[in-house]
């Protein structure tokens, strides 16, 4: 698997930093809140089992799954809902985990989703941030790391359902999806 990776951009250590300083950011603002924190399957399933084990406040775990790009490397900009969350949201605050916002569409679907039920405040967290590719104007409250327009797997983000347990984050080798 690591021969068909170009670079590690994000080591595994500074992946556990960064993760510890966003538990601390959100520990301090959802105390007494009880948050529902929404996994989005399957990608973001690292981030948010050890996102989760750093906050130290009360929380309910859910997970939804979407519809995704296949085995391509570019969005459809098409959603569809696989799974939904089986908590009722209203009047409750929600944190939504993602592993990548690269245009936004996906993010921008289920926050828009999620409003009409009403929740009492929705937030978003997500593992990387490709800030040159958004399309929509949706707020992303909690990034990880800025990254590039450069594909990326690991720590729960594939190419082809490959490589999602690579403990780091790394650009795959063009030749591999070109
Ligand atoms: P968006 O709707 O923001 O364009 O796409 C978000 C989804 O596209 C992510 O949840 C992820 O599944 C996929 N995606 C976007 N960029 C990458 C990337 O660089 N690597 C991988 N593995 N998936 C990506």
Known sequence: MRKDIEKIIISENEIKMRVDELAKKIDAEYSEKNPVVVCILRGAIFFATDLTKELSIPLEIDFMSLSSYGDSTKSSGVVKIKKDIDTDITKRHV????????????????????????????????????????????????????????????????????????????????????
């Open 95 to 178: 944190i939504i985990v993602e592993d990548i916002v690269d245009t936004g569409l996906t993010l921008k679907y289920i926050n828009d989703y999620f409003e009409k039920h009403n929740p009492a405040s929705i937030k978003i967290c997500t593992l990387l941030d490709k800030p040159n590719a958004h399309k929509t104007d949706l707020k992303i409250d909690y990034v990880g790391f800025d990254v590039g327009n450069e594909f990326v797997v690991g720590y729960g983000l594939d190419f082809a359902q490959k490589y999602r347990n690579l403990p780091f984050i790394g650009i795959l080798k063009k030749e591999i999806y070109s």
